[in-house]
Structures are given as structure tokens and as C-alpha cells.
């Protein structure tokens, strides 16, 4: 059983940046492949980014290609995803989601944090 707990989640302004961090425990970290996803009021939870349990290889959601980095310290069972140039749009509860494999698909992922809030207003 991997627990995950997301932090760094807070309210900015638009084109402000932010830094997620997801801390692992109670598996073998550099097993699993990491991704965040978010979700919106209204909205279905989608993808943002994944990177592989080597950290060799990233994938992006179009929307946050070139404005987001996801990365990862196995030594530290921490995941990060870099947020800049933030947008209103998005503003959501953003997960960090495990699983052997990496996929971008959201029922892919056995395991899921609780969710960071974070909010893009003026």
C-alpha cells in the first residue's frame, strides 16, 4: 500500500508560479511511475503530467507543456510538479497518483493522494 500526501498547493495570481510536492511512503518509490492530475468544480479529473520510476521519461498535457515540469528524488520518495506562468484556468485540486505503469489515464493509477488546492485569481 503507497500513501501519498500532496503539499504546496496556495492561491497566486495569474502568471505567478507554484511548486507541488508529493511525498510517497509504505512501497518501493523508484517502482512506480508518478503523475499529477487535477480537477476542477464541475469538471472530471485529467492529466497533467507523469514522469517514469527511472525519471528518464516525461509526458504533459497539451495545456501545461512548456509551463510545467514534473521530476522526482527516489532518494527522498518526493515527486514535483513546477508551475509557472499560471493561468485562471488552472485553478484546481491537483493529485499525485502512483502505479507501476505509466499511463496518463486516470483509472490506470492504484494509488492517490488527498489533493492540493490551487487557485489563479487577481
Known amino acids: 500500500q503507497v500513501t501519498l500526501v500532496e503539499s504546496g498547493g496556495g492561491s497566486v495570481q495569474p502568471g505567478g508560479s507554484l511548486r507541488l510536492s508529493c511525498a510517497a511512503s509504505?512501497?518501493?518509490?523508484?517502482?512506480?511511475?508518478m503523475a499529477w492530475f487535477r480537477q476542477a468544480p464541475g469538471k472530471e479529473r485529467e492529466f497533467v503530467a507523469a514522469?517514469?520510476?527511472?525519471?528518464?521519461?516525461?509526458f504533459y498535457a497539451d495545456s501545461c507543456k512548456d509551463r510545467f515540469a514534473i521530476s522526482r528524488d527516489n532518494a527522498k520518495n518526493m515527486v514535483f510538479l513546477q508551475m509557472n506562468s499560471l493561468k485562471p484556468e488552472d485553478a484546481a485540486v491537483y493529485y499525485c497518483?502512483?502505479?507501476?505503469?505509466?499511463?496518463?489515464?486516470?483509472?490506470?493509477?492504484?494509488?492517490w493522494g488527498q489533493g492540493t488546492q490551487v487557485t489563479v485569481s487577481s
Open positions: 497518483a502512483a502505479d507501476l505503469g505509466l499511463s496518463v489515464i486516470v483509472r490506470e493509477y492504484a494509488y
Open positions: 509504505g512501497g518501493i518509490f523508484s517502482r512506480y511511475a
Open positions: 514522469i517514469s520510476w527511472s525519471g528518464d521519461s516525461t
